[in-house]
């Protein structure tokens, strides 16, 4: 997909296909790289964006009647929603592939896949890494997605480092310690930075605390990766090991696979 993206003339794996995305809650670089990923392998989009307030769902209807109406327009569908678990109930109403894009607080598969990719293109493995997952663990899906695929590597450590408030949930917990993944949370960023291979950060998600204005305020701002964690904000953009750049790219050339092989096999 990498040769594929930098040939100028594209591709035509997927014409005559069409991808509609589906959008209920904001998105840039996740429905940009879908779209992207699309066009470049010669097949089409229908987009619906912040599909919560412009789409039929304002006026009532429920997600499986939109998705029966969506599935009659395109072959494939990508969706991210706001509920925990409705990408699992349109793909069991759809018949036509479901994409999850993003669930609430739930999951966010395809960034899980290409946080592995650039992991391994990074440091060159999976198996026997150290990696610390930084920031809102009780709301972030894409932590979750995370910890869930790098339970299926060997001898993966994983450190959860968050404020109390957001601490990783349970079920991630029990489901590593089922996997036998070996797992430690704590709360100082510089005393885990030093133990990891990879510092996974994410933001404080200040959406997923409704009128909890008082518990967002006390988890914001508790960790930034800057230069004295790299010893060990845009401060840190130019440092070769500020791989996050790198991997919005990687999305791109992980959900071009996706499609192809949802759509044409392999």
């Known amino acids: 997909m990498e040769k594929i993206e930098k040939n ?30 699309m066009k470049r392998l010669g097949g089409e989009v229908l987009t619906t964006e912040n599909a919560r307030e412009f789409s039929s769902a304002a006026k009532g209807e429920t997600l499986e009647d939109t998705i029966r109406t969506v599935e009659g327009y395109a072959d494939i569908i990508v969706m991210r929603h706001c509920e925990s678990g409705a990408a699992r109930r349109a793909a ?4 036509v592939p479901i994409i999850n894009a993003g669930d609430g607080p739930g999951q966010h598969p395809t960034q899980a896949l290409l946080d592995v990719y650039t992991i391994e293109r990074a440091i060159g493995k999976l198996d026997g890494i150290k990696v610390g997952l930084v920031g809102d663990l009780a709301n972030g899906r894409t932590v ?13 450590k994983i450190y959860f480092v968050s404020p109390d408030v957001v601490k990783m949930k349970d079920d991630i917990k029990e489901y590593l ?12 960023l510089m005393d885990v930075a030093y133990k990891c291979d990879i510092v996974y950060q994410t933001r404080i998600q200040r959406e997923r605390f409704g009128e909890r204005n008082d518990l967002y305020e006390e988890a914001r701002g508790k ?14 953009d130019a440092d070769p090991r500020a791989a996050y750049f790198r991997q919005a790219k990687n999305g791109l050339y992980i959900r ?11």
């Open 223 to 236: 960790y930034i990766v800057d230069q004295d964690v790299l010893r060990i904000a845009v401060d840190v």
């Open 8 to 37: 100028s003339s594209g591709s035509q794996i997927l014409k005559g296909y069409l991808m509609a995305t589906l959008f209920y809650e904001p998105s840039t670089r996740t429905r940009l790289s879908f779209e992207s990923a």
């Open 144 to 156: 979750r997605s995370l910890a869930y695929l790098l339970a299926k590597y060997q001898d993966v």
């Open 256 to 266: 071009m696979a996706l499609l192809k092989l949802l759509l044409v096999g392999r």
């Open 92 to 95: 069991t109403t759809a018949g």
């Open 177 to 188: 310690t089922s996997e036998g993944v070996e797992w430690e949370e704590s709360a100082d």
